[in-house]
């Protein structure tokens, strides 16, 4: 079975701060995909960034880079020079092998950026 | 390109009833999901269409049911409602098998009374 565990409910960043969201995920598939997407308060899933797992790179979005550690099972989403807008709830997610659409889901932290 | 229309957005109904929510993925997207989001359980996977056929379903009921039309639009029914169902149903569109991208719609925010 495959499972997505973020084990910091809150997280709080000073502006303009970096700030590291935690990931680990537990997949026998030997191909997947890991995501990570933001939830602002109105609700909408916005797609941040993707991290194949035969990509030898860290994927890098902007100021969004996923810290990929294939051994260690790990995929942090790493935001730099935080701003007020980025305070919102983040999901790290993954799709298995033969999945097609299918993203398991972690519970999600909530990143609150202080002025 | 327009992106990923999730309607209505909001939605009140009473214990009992049937509602259909609508997806309408981004244009040549043939694969649609539906997430349920609560938040005792989270984000969790309903169902997935590809080309008009379902290609995963997950540990939900016989009263959610789901299907794809040739325009790729899905719809998602709820039949017998419970306040159990209450919460924020997700939709996303993925380009079709492998996309390393996977979009979602604003959501249907469902209230069961």
């Known amino acids: 079975a495959q499972k997505i565990t973020q084990t910091q409910p809150g997280m709080f960043v000073q502006e303009k701060e970096a700030v590291t969201l935690d990931c680990t995920y537990d997949?026998?598939?030997?191909?997947?995909?890991l995501f990570w997407y933001k939830q602002p308060s109105s609700g909408e899933m916005i797609f941040l960034i993707y991290q194949g797992s035969y990509d030898q790179q860290n994927a890098t979005e902007g100021r969004y880079s996923l810290n990929f550690q294939k051994a260690r099972k790990s995929a942090n989403l790493v935001i730099s020079a935080s701003q007020l807008g980025d305070s919102a709830m983040y999901f790290c997610a993954m799709r298995g092998r033969d999945q097609g659409g299918k993203l398991i889901f972690g519970q999600g932290t909530e990143l609150s950026v202080k002025p | 390109k327009a992106g990923v229309t999730q309607t209505p957005r909001y939605l009140i109904k009473t214990r009992g009833q049937q509602v259909t929510l609508s997806c309408s993925p981004i244009s040549g997207h043939r694969s649609v999901s539906w997430y349920q989001q609560t938040p005792g359980q989270g984000l969790q996977f309903l169902f997935e269409?590809?080309?008009?056929?379902?290609?995963n379903k997950g540990n939900f009921p016989g009263r959610f049911s789901g299907r794809q039309f040739s325009n790729s639009r899905s719809e998602m029914n709820v039949s017998t409602l419970e306040l159990g169902d209450s919460a924020l149903y997700l939709c996303a569109s993925v380009i079709g098998t492998g996309g390393t991208e996977a979009f979602f719609g604003q959501g249907t925010r469902l209230t069961v009374v």
């Open positions: 997949t026998s598939d030997p191909s997947y995909g």
């Open positions: 269409y590809f080309s008009e056929t379902q290609r």
